[in-house]
């Protein structure tokens, strides 16, 4: 990859209730290999490997968690990340995690934006994002489904900096990327309409396949539930899916060239 921009996607990580479960899975839909972490210094946080490239990491939910789902999270880069805090809480985000030091990697946090869609905060150190995206197994795209559009897109320009670009501006479909054409590395759409009636606004990662169609089978196999059966789109071929313990994301065959 290279230098990702601050603002933009930079990490991802899946908070999961079985970890051993979730890297089976993973392993087999995405050829992953992984990396566990001193469980001392990071808790036993795990990295993620496609082809000797980080990308993602994994972590065992804490029993306080209990009935909170398994789900995955995105993290923007931020060059300051108490100022980033400060600036989400003057824009209407509240801080679900406050500012942390991981040792020798970076500071982390989380926050909500105004619509209650958690967002993670990474301000580099020694990790410094994903090495391999938009590649087979890796994360390729990044997705917040709002119900409020507006003041999302307000929230993510003002606090991150964030130069978007209305892509659709209809009552059907509001969507705006970060950035333009090729150069787009996340969205923000208008999902007034289509998230369930208790679903939260939430950020949403696709990964990459090669066929979308054996990748959705192979899930299955595996224990996974389809939420969005294979559908073409102008960008791909997409489904929506949740792995075994129920944390959901999505898979996009990109167009043939």
């Known amino acids: 990859m290279t230098e990702i921009p601050a603002g933009a996607p930079c990490w991802i990580d899946l908070m999961t209730s079985d970890p051993a479960k979730a890297k089976e899975f993973y392993t087999a839909l995405f050829g992953w290999t992984y990396e566990v972490g001193d469980e001392e210094k990071y808790g036993g946080y795990t990295t ?130 970060l950035g333009e054409g090729r150069d787009a590395v996340a969205g923000i759409m208008d999902a007034t309409n289509d998230l369930p009636e208790r679903a939260p606004s939430n950020w949403q990662v696709y990964f990459q396949v090669d066929d979308a169609d054996a990748a959705v089978a192979t899930a299955l196999s595996l224990g996974a539930t389809v939420v969005q059966p294979a559908q073409d789109t102008p960008f791909g071929r997409l489904a929506g899916l949740t792995d075994p313990t129920g944390a959901m994301f999505k898979i996009m065959q990109p167009p043939a060239r």
């Open 48 to 177: 993620a490997f496609k082809d000797g490239k980080s990308v993602a990491g994994l972590m065992q939910s804490d029993q306080d968690d209990a009935g909170y789902p398994d789900m995955w999270s995105t993290y923007l880069r931020v060059d300051d990340i108490e100022a980033t805090v400060a600036a989400a809480t003057e824009a209407g985000g509240v801080t679900y995690m406050p500012p942390m030091d991981v040792p020798d990697q970076g500071k982390m946090a989380m926050l909500g934006d105004p619509a209650g869609a958690s967002v993670g905060l990474w301000e580099f150190g020694g990790h410094t994002g994903f090495q391999a995206h938009a590649v087979s197994g890796a994360a390729n795209w990044h997705e917040l489904w709002t119900r409020n559009y507006q003041d999302a897109l307000k929230f993510y320009q003002d606090v991150f900096g964030w130069k978007t670009s209305v892509m659709s501006d209809t009552p059907e479909f509001r969507y705006s990327t």
